[in-house]
């Protein structure tokens, strides 16, 4: 079973509005992390965003907010006032168990958002 | 923040040679280190994991032989690709982490004719 679900292949968004990029996941274990990476055509992997199992509050970063609902396992990616430079591919991942350096990510498949100006 | 290196960012080697990637923890010492995989419009693969001073752990279905692992010091880990074919052409990233947050190199780019 996949343990990170990105549902949409690609998305379009007009320049200014703000966008919702989806993720659930799924695990039994009680202590894991979520992470959103952005990852622009020349291929680096920028982080923007953590959600730890435990965090009482959405994580905000910036234009950047988690909606983070543990119940529906979901931890979908808020990206407000788009920017024709966050056209991008977008991935969540996952850490499962405690959060040492040597953790596991996995990742979804993607989201390629596509900024219309 | 903490910064991971890479070289190098693009290579294009012949079929049956070896090429060796750098990943380099420039501001801090990690015991760990990850090595992925990513082909053309897919997500990232973990290929394995670099551990200083031992022998690297290899995901399934990653051949150890091929895909050789070298993790000599804590700001160090290196991928050869030996013997490469052109089926091992793809986008190789490693990474670093820190308890809060994973750091990612700029990707090699390797092309094998």
């Known amino acids: 079973a996949q343990k990170i679900t990105q549902t949409q292949p690609g998305m379009f968004v007009q320049e200014k509005e703000a966008v919702t990029l989806d993720c659930t996941y799924d695990t039994s274990d009680p202590s894991y992390g979520l992470f959103w990476y952005k990852q622009p055509s020349s291929g680096e992997m920028i982080f923007l965003i953590y959600?730890?199992?435990?965090?009482?509050q959405n994580a905000t970063e910036g234009r950047y907010s988690l909606n983070f609902q543990k119940a529906r396992k979901s931890a979908n990616l808020v990206i407000s006032a788009s920017q024709l430079g966050d056209s991008a591919m977008y991935f969540c991942a996952m850490r499962e168990g405690p959060m040492d350096s040597s953790y596991k990510l996995i990742f979804g498949s993607g989201t390629r958002l596509l900024v219309r100006p | 923040g903490a910064v991971v290196s890479q070289h190098p960012s693009r290579v294009i080697c012949k079929s049956g040679t070896s090429v060796k990637i750098e990943c380099r923890s420039l501001?801090?010492?990690?015991?760990?280190m990850f090595w992925y995989r990513q082909f053309p419009k897919q997500s990232l693969m973990l290929m394995a994991t670099s551990n200083e001073g031992s022998k690297a752990t290899y995901e399934q279905g990653v051949e150890k032989d091929k895909f050789l692992i070298n993790h000599a010091s804590l700001t160090l880990s290196t991928l050869t690709v030996t013997s490469a074919h052109p089926e091992d052409s793809s986008f190789y990233i490693c990474?670093?982490?820190?308890?809060?947050?994973?750091?990612f190199g700029q990707g090699t780019r390797l092309t094998v004719v």
């Open positions: 959600q730890g199992s435990y965090d009482q």
């Open positions: 501001d801090f010492q990690a015991t760990t």
């Open positions: 990474s670093a982490q820190t308890r809060a947050e994973a750091f």
